[in-house]
């Protein structure tokens, strides 16, 4: 049968400006959390990591935010980039699985 | 810098061919990973491998699946007989810990027609 993708959340935003993608995650066990950009044709690229003890960790121009109590994860981008455009994406990480679970993601389009 | 490299990027092949697909994991790299993306959809996870083991699999690595490490260099995901629907970019990831960066190969698109 037709096989139809996933309709992905899109995210618009003018260049300069501060982006949040959000992510929610569904299982409370989850202890370690990724985010991953993926540009067109290529494989995700690490942006920025947090441990479940962690309720924000900051990078260059990123920074991701955990609510343990909503399962929920952000990645803040601060003055969003052309390059910045891509599809982003979460990861958790369960411990006793020992495996990742990939979010759909978010595509991000930069305005210039 | 390092990097994961993973061939051919693109391998057709005819329903119930066997094909192999090629990474060359980071070369400190303890742990590696295959996963695929059906085109629009996310990233699945399929199988990690750890000491020349497998150490996890998902319920998409049936028996058609096979993974190996032939020398010090090379990971290989096998499928023996190709289905339409295992058509997806399949990506090589590696790591030096099971619970850290993952580094992701450029992938290789997979077509069965």
């Known amino acids: 049968g037709e096989s139809v993708g996933l309709h992905l959340p899109t995210l618009s935003v003018q260049e300069g400006d501060n982006s949040i993608i959000n992510c929610a995650y569904s299982n ?16 995700p690229q690490f942006i920025i990591d947090i441990r479940s003890n962690m309720d924000k960790r900051q990078g260059q121009r990123v920074t991701v935010l ?25 990861a958790d990480y369960l411990y006793n699985f020992n495996k990742f679970y990939f979010g759909s993601g978010t595509k991000l389009n930069v305005k210039p | 810098e390092p990097e994961v490299t993973q061939t051919p990027s693109h391998q057709v092949t005819q329903m119930g061919q066997e094909v192999i697909l090629r990474c060359v994991p980071i ?10 993306q059906i085109l629009g959809q996310k990233v699945e996870f ?5 000491n020349n083991e497998i150490s996890e699999k998902s319920e998409i690595f049936d028996d058609q699946f096979s993974v190996e490490r032939p ?15 295992d058509s ?21 698109r997979l077509t069965v027609t």
């Open chain 2, 27 to 36: 070369s400190n790299h303890l742990y590696f990973y295959w996963y695929r």
């Open chain 1, 66 to 90: 955990l609510n343990k109590t909503v399962k929920h994860l952000s990645l803040q981008i601060a003055a969003t980039q052309p390059g910045d455009s891509a599809v982003y994406f979460c």
């Open chain 2, 46 to 50: 399929l199988v990690s491998f750890y």
């Open chain 1, 28 to 43: 409370s066990a989850s202890d370690y959390f990724i985010w991953y950009k993926q540009e067109s044709g290529k494989g």
């Open chain 2, 71 to 85: 020398d010090g260099s090379n990971f290989t995901l096998k499928i023996r007989s190709t289905k339409l629907e």
């Open chain 2, 88 to 108: 997806a970019m399949y990506f090589c990831a590696s790591s030096t810990s099971g619970r850290g960066e993952q580094y992701f190969g450029p992938g290789t």
